[in-house]
C-alpha cells in the first residue's frame, strides 16, 4: 500500500463513520504522525501500538561487505536499524 493508497483509504474509512475529513486534511494528519514517529526514532526512543506491534532502533555490530567489482573485502561501520515486532493480535490474524 502507497502513501497516497493509505490516504484515501483513511478518508473512506473517516467517511463512513460520519466523519468528513479533506484530502488535505488527511493528507497533513497523516504528515505529522509520520513527521512524530521519525523524531521519537531519531531519539531512541520506542513506539508501542497496542494491538499492532513495536517499532524501536537497534545497533547493529560491524560487520564484513564484499565489493564484487574489485573482489575487496570492506569492513562496514556499525549502524542503527529499525526493528519491528508485530503484537500477538497481529500475529494470530497473519497466522505467523
Known amino acids: 500500500m502507497t502513501r497516497k493508497e493509505l490516504e484515501r483509504r483513511l478518508r473512506e474509512r473517516l467517511a ?3 466523519e468528513r475529513w479533506s484530502p488535505a ?3 497533513t494528519a497523516l504528515e505529522a504522525l509520520f513527521s512524530l514517529m521519525e523524531r521519537h526514532l ?3 526512543r520506542r513506539i508501542r501500538l497496542t494491538g499492532f506491534g ?3 532502533t537497534v545497533e547493529s555490530p ?3 561487505g564484499y565489493d564484487f567489482r574489485s573482489g575487496a573485502v570492506l569492513e562496514l561501520p556499525p549502524r ?3 526493528r519491528f ?3 500477538r493480535k497481529l500475529k494470530r490474524l497473519l497466522a505467523f
Open 16 to 18: 463512513s463513520q460520519g
Open 25 to 27: 486534511q488527511v493528507h
Open 80 to 82: 542503527r536499524r529499525i
Open 85 to 87: 515486532r508485530p503484537a
Open 62 to 64: 560491524s560487520a564484513r
Open 42 to 44: 531519531q531519539s531512541g
Open 54 to 56: 513495536t517499532l524501536e
